[in-house]
């Protein structure tokens, strides 16, 4: 065939103008996020059956075919994001929930450590003038301002606890829906691959949908020869192929997740809170109970030694058993208070025994309780700050992984420009290879058969 | 490495976000003049500020009780010298009376001088301060006039305790006990002695006279020996005082120490992230140059 270079020049064109489409589609989505840039694999087309023996009318040419149009990702910059991103979402959740918890004492400089200041205080006024109604009864609003600071630290707690457990309930429903959509993603990838597709931006939707996944739950992610995608926690699937799991949450502390009744042990966001509001917290809420046991019994077995202004012996100061109940004897009265010790109203030694017992006796463990009081308030901010920094490393870390990433995956506008430029000159090209043979035709066709 | 659009506007972004923070960080140190606003802020400089507030309000605190007992033992001193010069006078007239040469007009005027002085003494015995009795321990009043004018004990020997520093407390009050000789046997105490010197005086029985002079002359050293007592607490309580007032203020330097803001420092640190940010703001109007698109026409 003669003039064959008609549809040669003619997939040249369209070679040339599938390559600036996907161009297009690649500037367009420069600042996708989940975008991953795409190129035109060209192949020469099955050139022609040549004559045996004639190497003149050998294979020809027949122009240019478009093999494929392919996703440039690279698969190991995704697994080391993934496995930051896993790291630094259950960093983030700790950083986030100690924070919650940092100032579980109160402002600071006008918190616990400060009420037990001023109970003390109010022990020493009282030594001062025993006979005085108000000094007693600044004793017991002290005492109650002290009890109400450690009521308040445990109730911080559980509001903490509440929050994490809620947190985790939205998660696991953001989690759930991830999931379902990989399973129909990847339903649909594998129906395009079968049937010879390139479901390139179906792909992009995955991998967004498993970048979230991963820093939800640090999910283990294996893909398929079919091209579907499966995810696993421990050894449990969440997705399998085309069927997904459905996580469930406890939604209350104790906090946990599982998938038909099996706990799962994750990683990532969900199980950074897992982790914190069950082993952080009740810590935390232990040490609180120990505080508030160890004032009552101080503040109690001096106070018990002592005789009130109306000649009560024997009484205790603080009730409750726990954080969360200590509270001063609602029933004791300013005359109750025991501050003799000889049974005089006159004498306030009794008061000066007992702020002498809580200052210098040991209350918690082997620590006076202000001692143990400050060093909860030091080890709570402690481990908030050192949380805090983990995020940050975890966050810069990730931050390296996503721009490693983006400078493979991401669009380079100048190279799709390039890209452009060099497909117009080809389009023209090809254009020009058309006219040529149009001109040769016209040769052809009008002027010799006249 | 490839640059892509994405990556530069990555990098761009988090580049002006961490120079904004801390241009913030060191905004907020400047206009809140604290280092520490949260304990988390620096755990262990948190620790060591509660640390130096929880000593300091205990020192307040012993502070405010020595200055209470100074005003006790202070109002103590003077009433025990009151009581020391009378004894003095007491003791001048036992010697006179006891001289025998006298008249009876100046026998009773001794003796009526000493009746005085006894009630007068008794007074004292009985001083309050704010409404405590300075020498009856825990009792309303330290002396109790019976019928005949007999004056008898009637503290309960209450230790009115101060605490003036962490180790020291101190007991403020004398007993009227030991300051009036009731320790020493019936009849010995200082009032009977009086009764029985203006008796003595009265009846001109010089050798009875001799005899309470004697007594008396115990019973001085006995309120000299509650004024040295008073004197070397006082004393103790005073250096705790001092020992108080140069911790408070070294306490008061450390804490400030740890949770103030050096200001000086402060600024330069907040002009050094405002310039930061400045050069970031710079860097981001370069990184987003002209792409090839402005070229090609």
């Known amino acids: 065939m003669a003039f064959s270079s008609l549809t040669i020049g003619a997939s040249g064109l369209y070679a040339a103008q599938r390559a600036v489409e996907v161009a297009a589609h690649n500037v367009a989505n420069a600042n996708n996020e989940a975008f991953t840039r795409q190129r035109v694999t060209l192949q020469s087309a099955l050139p022609t059956p040549g004559t045996a023996g004639m190497r003149g009318d050998g294979d020809r040419g027949t122009g240019v075919a478009i093999l494929d149009i392919t996703r440039l990702r690279d698969r190991l910059a995704d697994v080391s994001y993934r496995a930051e991103a896993s790291i630094s979402g259950a960093a983030d959740a700790r950083a986030g929930t100690l924070a919650r918890a940092d100032s579980l004492l109160g402002t600071f400089g006008d918190g616990a450590p400060e009420s037990l200041s001023s109970f003390l205080a109010a022990w020493n006024q009282l030594s001062l003038t025993p006979d005085d109604a108000s000094a007693r009864a600044s004793v017991l609003a002290a005492g109650q301002r002290l009890a109400e600071g450690i009521n308040g630290a445990a109730q911080q707690l559980t509001t903490v606890g509440h929050e994490v457990a809620l947190r985790v309930t939205d998660d696991v429903d953001e989690l759930n829906g991830l999931l379902t959509s990989v399973a129909k993603l990847n339903y649909e990838i594998v129906k395009a691959s079968t049937s010879d597709r390139s479901p390139n931006d179906l792909l992009d939707q995955r991998d967004a949908a498993l970048d979230r996944i991963s820093q939800l739950t640090g999910a283990k992610m294996d893909p398929q020869a079919d091209g579907s995608v499966n995810i696993s926690v421990g050894g449990v699937d969440l997705v399998n192929g085309i069927t997904a799991s459905t996580v469930a949450t406890s939604g209350t502390e104790p906090v946990t997740v599982s998938v038909n009744g099996s706990t799962l042990a994750m990683g990532g966001e969900i199980g950074g809170y897992v982790a914190t509001v069950g082993v952080d917290l009740p810590a935390y809420r232990a040490q609180l109970d120990a505080l508030a046991v160890g004032l009552r019994d101080a503040v109690n077995a001096a106070h018990r030694a002592g005789t009130g202004a109306d000649g009560s012996t024997g009484r205790d100061f603080f009730v409750g058993t726990d954080a969360v109940s200590l509270a001063v004897d609602p029933t004791l009265t300013g005359d109750g208070v025991a501050a ?9 030694n009794n008061a000066l025994t007992i702020a ?9 463990g082997t620590q006076t309780f202000g001692d143990a009081l400050r060093s909860f308030g030091g080890r709570v901010a402690q481990a908030s700050t050192d949380a805090t920094r983990n995020a940050r490393t975890a966050q810069a870390s990730l931050a390296a992984a996503q721009t490693a990433r983006s400078s493979l995956n991401g669009v380079s506008v100048d190279e799709e420009m390039v890209d452009l430029v060099k497909f117009q000159h080809s389009y023209e090209a090809a254009a020009r290879v058309i006219s040529v043979a149009d001109s040769m035709l016209d040769k052809l066709i009008n002027e010799m058969v006249r | 490495m490839r640059v892509s659009s994405l990556s530069t506007y990555l990098t761009t972004t988090r580049g002006l976000g961490t120079a904004l923070e801390r241009v913030q960080q060191e905004q907020q140190k400047v206009a809140g003049g604290k280092s520490l606003t949260r304990w988390s802020d620096d755990p262990a400089a948190g620790s060591a500020a509660e640390r130096y507030r929880s000593e300091e309000a205990d020192w307040t605190t012993y502070q405010r009780s020595g200055n209470d007992a100074l005003a006790w033992l202070g109002t103590a001193d ?5 009581m020391s010069s009378i004894m003095t006078r007491v003791k001048e007239l036992a010697v ?9 007009a100046s026998r009773e005027a001794i003796a009526s001088e000493v009746d005085q002085l006894r009630d007068q003494l008794r007074d ?26 007999v004056v008898s004990y009637a503290g309960d020997g209450g230790q009115v305790q101060r605490q003036v520093s962490p180790t020291i407390t101190v007991a403020v009050n004398v007993d009227a006990k030991d300051v009036f000789g009731f320790t020493a046997g019936a009849g010995q105490d200082v009032f009977s002695q009086l009764t029985d010197l203006a008796a003595a005086a009265r009846s001109g029985n ?33 250096v705790a005082q001092s020992t108080g007032s140069a911790a408070l203020q070294d306490l008061a330097t450390r804490r400030s120490d740890v949770e103030d803001v050096d200001l000086a420092d402060a600024v330069v640190k907040l002009s050094s992230a405002q310039a930061g940010y400045t050069a970031a703001l710079g860097a981001a109007s370069r990184a987003n140059l002209p792409s090839l698109a402005d070229f090609l026409r």
């Open chain 2, 206 to 238: 010089t050798a009875a006279a001799a005899t309470a002079q004697t007594t008396l002359e115990a019973r001085h050293s006995d309120i000299l020996k509650g004024l040295s007592q008073v004197g070397a607490v006082t004393n103790r309580v005073e």
């Open chain 1, 356 to 364: 002498t017992a809580l200052r210098q006796g040991v209350a918690v």
């Open chain 2, 78 to 82: 003077g009433t025990l010298q009151s």
């Open chain 2, 124 to 149: 004292l015995g009985n001083t309050t301060h704010l409404g405590r009795s300075l020498f009856g321990g825990f009792a309303q009043s330290a002396l109790a006039t019976g019928a005949g004018g």
């Open chain 1, 340 to 348: 003799s010790a000889s049974g005089a109203t006159a004498d306030g």
């Open chain 2, 96 to 104: 006179s009376a006891a001289s025998g040469s006298l008249t009876a």
